[in-house]
Structure formats: structure tokens, C-alpha cells
């Protein structure tokens, strides 16, 4: 076990922590393991090798931390003013310990440049403005009194000091990963040459990154690491989607790519969509300077109760000094620095903001893109997750298990049919399962006319010979005049076995039932069952009927369904949902959750970031519901961290404040104390990383 600056490490053996300290951790060298054929030479925008890299790198949050030197001057002239101050027994001494404490006071002020820029003068004054008149109210009282003033005005330099220190040294770990995030983006990308003939390697130029404007296109090839978020708009390649991921990948034309993503194998030519400080992992870093409708509401709370309450402690202080008389004008100097010391303005708007940044950077490593530090706030409120069920819960890859012939009809005509029906709802899972179930059977399409697709319920067309063809569900048939009942006992056996019953109806009459089985994705119980741990309540989403629906719920311990629906039925749905009271999450895909993502106030894409739909609250990288649950636990640790630093900070703050204003206080352990409140607020951030890296792995 070794201690680093941001934490304890725990290793197997003596070997392993020294090969970690000697830096064999530090390595951007991709492995790639598990090959089942031999990888060829890629040319540009061709199509790779058939065969898929396995789990393929070792890639961790940067272990790397920023140095932050200790305020040594500082506090050595802060312990020099209290030792001349301790021993002060003539004009000289207690000058001398004066301008010491001043000194250091001073020195911590010109050191947080940073928050000098990022809070306001008025923020960072405060503390040193106490200090100096501590000071003096020890420089205008009796000789008696020189000793305990100076030694308080030297303790509360000292304390200052310490604060800086700590005010600087809690943001490096959060800044340290947001600020690796975007150097590890290349500066540099390859564009075609729009003046050659063809596109060929030769046939590129070399573009700063800064100069790429959204739309244009640009070149990721095989060991390249995507510099720009955009959307694949030829060729195909494996990739590791996002800066932390372990397992590639394929994208292809239309799959969206965040800058951070690595290209294992293949080359592709990408189309931006997010460039310079618009970049996803990129504007994590700005997300404790958010303002407007943007910032989050508690940062907003905070930042005015801050400039708030260093106003009002200025004026406290100058009201109390200015009501003073020669004979309590050191007490009463002594209660104004008392104020101006134990104000936490600094604590109020750090504690409440790095949590934020802190969040999106890790949650950026692992694929999670939070739009903005309002929808991090928001997601930390998330009671009810909506999860739409195919494709999210499902894996989106429906087979037909049966087709069973009501009447006797012929199952090969009757295929052929539906199959030259689903045509008009190309790019439907249905469609493509029914089609490929058709191909295995050796069944052509059957030519079908004026073929309408009815989004959740199915299709209607006419057949060869001008008779009604039907496909889809009860509600569809229904709609068409036609009874299901002759077909509802093999229909509730297949919806009770968790399978998608579809109605073939040629005529007027139901004809068949098709099943189709689409599995429970991987890993979706452990989601629902993070989201149970969270106390949010689990909502299934779907267009099945209800025992199907029902079924698919029992296995993952969902009790609340929302069946037969259609897309538009599911957006109002939502909505519903959201009235009554409840901060309402939907996890779906772009597309075809449409509806239900934009009438929920924290939607959640999967498949989505780097993308255009990756500006819609939540975007993932991947399609694995475990990374959606992860997003709103670690936007509920986030809020959770901001919100104690709030209301810790603004609590012990007032309290000091009026102790000192009364008198009960004095300066000196109005400094302590808020040195110890800023020891446990401000490394709220790295807190939260270390709580993330434990309880989300990367995947």
C-alpha cells in the first residue's frame, strides 16, 4: 500500500507497486488480444478484415496529479508574526509580528489568481481584509493587549494560507482529468483534398484541429485517435468509443463518434458536429463557470447567496466599527475581522460548483456525456426512468421463433405476404426479422400494393388479387374490423412466453400468428436493479401487448408496465408521468424513441454521443442500459456532493459570522474553524471521483 496525493493504492505484491511507481502504469499502447484471423493492411475507407479485436487495452483515469507547492512563505511569515507577537512587549516586536501577518496575508491573496478571476475581487478580499484589521485592532488597543491580537492576527495569516493552499490543491485532481481529457485529443486532422480527382492517401491535407468548422469532413484511421465529435459518413472501422473504453466497437455509416475515441482497426471519414469548446469531453472542464439557463439552479443559489454574503459581511464589519467609541474600537475591530474571516463566500461557490465538473470529466471517460451542469442537476432528481423496451431492454434484434396457421392456410404464402407488406416499414426490426426468417425458409416476397406503414401498430396493403392484407397487432386488426378471437389462444400462449405475437389477417381473416422472440439485452437486470438501489422506480415502455410486456418485466423485477402503446401514446405517457410531481428519465434511442426522449425532462440516448442527438440531456456512447443507470447515480452523488457543501458551508458559516458579531468569537479560532470547514467541503470533487472510479467500472 503506497499514499499518493490523491489517495491510498492497494497492490498484490511489492513487485506490482514498484513496477507503478517506476511509471509502467503511464502507457497509451493499444493490445489488442483474441484475434481469430490475421488483420491485412486497410486501405483507405475499406472495409476491415471480418474479424473482431476482443477486449483490447488497458486504459484508466490519468493517475498523473498536478503539483501543488506548499504556501511555505507564507505560513513561515505567518509563524514569524506570531512568534514577535507572542514575545511583543514594545512598539518594536508588535511591528515587526504586523507586518509579518500582513505579509502572509499578502502572499496567500496573489496566490489564488485563479479564483480571483473565476469569484470576483470582493470574494477573495474578504479573508485578508480580516486578517489586516485583526491586525490592527491588536495595533490601536492597550500594550496589554498587543500579544493576544497579534498572535490571533498571525494565526488567522497562517489559516489563510492554508485555505489557499487547500482552495487550489482540491480543484488539481477534477482539473487534472478534465484537462487530460481534451490534450489527449490530437491538435491536428487529415481533411480530402477537395482539389484531387480521387480520395487516396495522398490526397489529404494536414488541418489544425481549431480550424475544423461544423460539417466539414475529416480522416480517422486505424491507431488514430478521433479529435472532433462527428457522425461516420464512409467506411467502417473498430473503435474504442470513448477515452476509457476496453472492448471496440464497429461503426459504420451513420454511427456517431466522440472525440476521445480510438480507432483500433479500419478508417473512417467523419462529418463534425461539435468542434473546439463544443466538444463533449471538452466543455466539462467549464462547467463550474456555467451561467444563464445553462448553470444549475443550486450553483445560481449559491453564487448569489456568495456575492450576497461578502457584501452584507462588509457592511456588517463597517457598521460595527463605525458604531464603535475609543474605548471599545479594538473589540469592535476585532468582531468586524472576526465577520470577514469566518465568511465562507469561496467555500459556498466551490463546494457547490467542482462537484459538476468533477462529475462530467469521469463521467465523460466512461462514455457519459451530461449536456450541461442543469441536466447534471436534474438527473440527480430523477425518481421515475422510463425504459423503453425494444432495443433498450431488448436487444433490438427480434427473430421469428414460430408462425402458426390458423385455418390451415398456407404458411408459405402467408410469409410471403407479410414480407412484401413489412417492406414499407424499411429499417423496422420486425421487417428485418421476418425477411430474414423468409430467407432461411427459401420464401420470396409476394408483390403487395399500396403498403401503409402505421407506426406501433403495423401495416396495411392489398394483395396480388386486391384482397386485404393485415400485419400487426390486436389493436390494428381491431381498427380494421377484423376479430382476433379465433387466434387469441395461440396469441396468449406466445405473449405468455415473453414472445411478440403478431396477427397476419388476408381477407378479413386472421390467417396466422407470428412469434418473435427478441432476448433480454446483457446486463439489463443489473441495471434495473441499480435503479431499485436508487429508490427510482423502473417504468417499462412498450407497444407489446400487455402479457408480453408483463413477462419481460417479471424477469427483471419490474412492476410497473406501460403496454400497447404507440410512440406518440409513450410521449404522453411521459408526460403524464412527469405531472405528477416526479423528475421523469427516459432511456431510449434517437429515432425511434423519439416521442418519449422529448417529453421527458432528462432524456437519455443511447448510441448518441458525438452525434446530433447527443445534445439531448443524457448521450451515451454505448447502448448498454448499465451506463444510463451509472449516468444518474453519478449525477445523484454529484448533487448529493453539492449539496451538503451548501448547506454545511452556509450554516457553519452564519454561525461563525454571528458569534463573531457578538462578540463570542474571537479571530483566531474563527480562522481554525474555517479551515476545517474548508478541509472537508472543497475536496468534495475528488471525493466523488474516487467514489466513481470505485463504484462505475469502465467497460
Not at 466512461?366 to 433498450?392: W, Y
Request: proline share 5%; charged share 20%.
Amino acid at each position: 500500500m503506497i499514499l499518493l496525493p490523491d489517495g491510498f493504492r492497494f497492490f498484490c505484491n511489492s513487485a506490482c507497486g514498484e513496477r507503478f511507481e517506476s511509471g509502467e502504469r503511464d502507457h497509451d499502447a493499444v493490445r489488442r488480444s483474441g484475434l481469430e484471423c490475421q488483420s491485412q493492411p486497410v486501405p483507405l475507407l475499406d472495409t476491415p478484415a471480418p474479424c473482431q479485436p476482443s477486449v483490447a487495452v488497458d486504459t484508466k483515469p490519468p493517475e498523473q496529479q498536478s503539483e501543488v507547492e506548499a504556501p511555505w512563505i507564507g505560513l513561515g511569515l505567518a509563524l514569524g508574526g506570531l512568534l514577535c507577537g507572542s514575545l511583543a512587549s514594545n512598539w518594536t516586536l508588535a511591528w515587526l509580528s504586523a507586518i509579518c501577518s500582513v505579509a502572509s496575508a499578502a502572499v496567500a491573496l496573489l496566490a489564488g489568481r485563479r479564483a480571483r478571476i473565476d469569484l470576483g475581487m470582493l470574494s477573495w478580499v474578504l479573508a485578508p481584509m480580516g486578517t489586516v484589521l485583526a491586525v490592527a485592532a491588536a495595533l490601536v488597543g492597550s500594550e496589554s493587549e498587543f500579544a493576544e491580537g497579534l498572535v490571533a492576527g498571525a494565526l488567522a495569516a497562517g489559516a489563510l494560507n492554508c485555505r489557499v493552499w487547500l482552495e487550489i490543491h482540491s480543484r488539481v485532481p477534477v482539473q487534472d482529468l478534465a484537462s487530460n481529457l481534451e490534450r489527449a485529443l490530437p491538435e491536428s486532422v487529415r481533411v480530402p483534398d477537395p482539389s484531387a480527382p480521387e480520395m487516396l492517401d495522398m490526397n489529404v491535407l494536414h488541418v489544425e484541429t481549431a480550424k475544423i468548422r461544423t460539417g466539414e469532413e475529416f480522416l480517422t484511421s486505424e491507431g488514430e485517435t478521433v479529435a472532433i465529435d462527428g457522425v461516420v459518413r464512409a467506411g467502417t472501422a473498430w473503435a474504442l468509443p470513448y477515452p476509457g473504453a476496453k472492448v471496440t466497437i464497429p461503426r459504420t455509416q451513420g454511427d456517431p463518434l466522440l472525440a476521445g475515441a480510438r480507432i483500433v482497426e479500419g478508417e473512417v471519414l467523419l462529418r463534425a458536429t461539435r468542434v473546439g469548446k463544443d466538444r463533449a469531453l471538452v466543455r466539462s472542464a467549464e462547467f463550474d463557470m456555467a451561467t444563464g439557463p445553462q448553470a444549475a439552479p443550486l450553483s445560481r443559489i449559491a453564487a448569489q447567496a456568495s456575492r450576497a454574503g461578502g457584501i452584507l459581511a462588509v457592511a456588517t464589519a463597517i457598521l460595527i466599527v463605525s458604531l464603535s467609541d475609543a474605548e471599545t474600537l479594538s473589540s469592535h475591530m476585532m468582531a468586524a475581522a472576526t465577520i470577514l474571516i469566518a465568511t465562507p463566500v469561496i467555500t459556498l461557490r466551490r463546494g457547490t460548483t467542482t462537484p459538476w465538473v468533477a462529475a462530467a470529466a469521469t463521467a465523460g471517460y466512461r462514455g457519459i456525456v451530461f449536456q450541461n451542469p442543469k441536466t447534471l442537476e436534474s438527473a440527480g432528481k430523477v425518481s421515475i426512468a422510463a425504459l423503453c423496451a425494444h432495443g433498450t431492454v431488448t436487444e433490438g434484434r427480434p427473430q421469428v421463433v414460430e408462425v402458426h396457421s390458423i385455418d390451415g392456410s398456407s404458411k408459405k404464402e402467408l410469409i410471403g405476404l407479410a414480407v412484401g407488406a413489412e417492406a414499407s416499414a424499411e429499417g423496422h426490426p420486425i421487417m428485418a426479422a421476418i425477411a430474414r426468417y423468409a430467407k432461411t425458409q427459401n420464401i420470396e416476397p409476394r408483390s403487395v400494393r399500396r403498403a401503409a406503414f402505421q407506426p406501433g401498430r403495423g401495416v396495411t396493403a392489398l394483395g396480388p388479387g386486391g384482397e386485404a392484407v393485415v400485419m400487426g397487432n390486436r389493436q390494428l386488426l381491431i381498427e380494421e374490423g377484423i376479430s382476433v378471437a379465433v387466434a387469441d389462444e395461440e396469441a396468449y400462449r406466445a405473449e405468455a412466453r415473453g414472445y411478440t405475437a403478431l396477427f397476419c389477417a388476408l381477407g378479413g381473416r386472421v390467417r396466422a400468428v407470428f412469434a418473435l422472440s427478441d432476448d433480454i439485452r446483457a446486463g439489463a437486470r443489473a441495471a434495473v436493479q441499480r435503479l431499485i438501489d436508487l429508490q427510482i422506480e423502473a417504468v417499462l415502455l412498450s407497444g407489446d401487448h400487455r402479457v408480453t410486456i408483463e413477462a419481460m418485466a417479471s424477469c427483471l423485477d419490474v412492476t410497473h408496465v406501460k403496454a400497447e402503446l404507440t410512440p406518440n401514446e409513450r410521449g404522453r405517457e411521459v408526460d403524464r408521468l412527469g405531472h405528477s410531481g416526479h423528475v421523469v428519465a427516459v432511456v431510449g434511442h434517437p429515432g425511434q424513441d423519439d416521442e418519449a426522449l422529448s417529453a421527458a425532462e432528462v432524456p437519455v440516448v443511447l448510441k448518441a454521443a458525438g452525434g446530433p442527438f447527443g445534445e439531448r440531456g443524457i448521450a451515451l456512447s454505448s447502448d448498454d442500459l448499465r451506463d444510463a443507470t451509472a449516468a444518474l447515480w453519478v449525477a445523484r452523488a454529484a448533487r448529493r456532493e453539492a449539496w451538503r457543501a451548501f448547506l454545511l458551508t452556509s450554516s457553519v458559516g452564519l454561525g461563525l459570522a454571528i458569534a463573531g458579531a457578538t462578540l463570542m468569537l474571537s479571530p483566531a479560532p474563527a480562522a481554525l474553524f474555517a479551515v476545517a470547514l474548508d478541509a472537508f467541503v472543497l475536496p468534495g470533487g475528488a471525493r466523488l471521483l474516487r467514489r466513481v472510479q470505485l463504484r462505475i467500472p469502465t467497460r
